[in-house]
T-cell receptor, first 115, second 113 residues
Framework: DTGVSQDPRHKITKRGQNVTFRCDPI?????LYWYRQTLGQGPEFLTY????????KSRLLSDRFSAERPKGSFSTLEIQRTEQGDSAMYLC?????????????FGPGTRLTVL | QQQVKQSPQSLIVQKGGISIINCAYE??????FPWYQQFPGKGPALLIA?????SEKKEGRFTISFNKSAKQFSLHIMDSQPGDSATYFC????????????FGTGTRLTIIP
């Protein structure tokens, strides 16, 4: 399977715990995006990388959130001191700059439940 | 601030009918307008996309109509099938720079026999 993969698919945690999600983009893609989707809403942009550089962070991304893409390949999204409001689907997407007008391919998402 | 407004929130169409979903945007800097299809428990999948230099794009049973002056675009699904039952999201972005997608709130489409 050469699509975008995310791990884990589901995560249940208690309030105050830290969680980390991983995204593996399509191998030749140099752009990687993180979005958050809550029930009944469209995905909302969180942050994006071009290669290993994080170029923009949304105001939705509080200080408790951090994302990395250390070698320009896979990316991790960490949430520290989770809150119930962090419960959502976290989606990763990748694209190739200059190809097909930013056609973004999404992974299956990681569903986070904070108890 | 909701920059892309989508309607209706839900839609029920008979098999073989035409499903129509509408979106309107505010930011005139947007110049790329994709539609995504999402099934429960899955990530969004790109269905079809358009740029504002054309007013219509057709791929199989799916057509995007685009009205630049009104800042509106719509998805038409012809000969709707039960397998089309899903949530559809319109989105918009710039082509150059940070091409982050701004999504609408989604339309839950149900095709009944």
């Amino acid at each position: 399977d050469t699509g975008v993969s995310q791990d884990p698919r589901h995560k249940i945690t208690k309030r105050g715990q830290n969680v980390t999600f991983r995204c593996d983009p399509i191998s030749e893609h140099n752009r990687l995006y993180w979005y958050r989707q809550t029930l009944g809403q469209g995905p909302e942009f969180l942050t994006y990388f071009q290669n290993e550089a994080q170029l923009e962070k949304s105001r939705l991304l509080s200080d408790r959130f951090s994302a990395e893409r250390p070698k320009g390949s896979f990316s991790t999204l960490e949430i520290q001191r989770t809150e119930q409001g962090d419960s959502a689907m976290y989606l990763c997407a990748s694209s190739l700059v200059g190809d097909n007008y930013n056609e973004q391919f999404f992974g299956p998402g990681t569903r986070l439940t904070v108890l | 601030q909701q920059q892309v407004k989508q309607s209706p929130q839900s839609l029920i169409v008979q098999k073989g009918g035409i499903s129509i979903i509408n979106c309107a945007y505010e930011n005139t800097a947007f110049d790329y307008f994709p539609w995504y299809q999402q099934f429960p428990g899955k990530g969004p999948a790109l269905l079809i996309a358009i740029r504002p230099d054309v007013s219509e794009k057709k791929e199989g049973r799916f057509t995007i109509s685009f009205n630049k002056s009104a800042k509106q675009f719509s998805l038409h699904i012809m000969d709707s099938q039960p397998g089309d039952s899903a949530t559809y999201f319109c989105a918009a972005s710039k082509v150059f720079g940070n091409e982050k997608l701004t999504f609408g709130t989604g339309t839950r489409l149900t095709i009944i026999p």
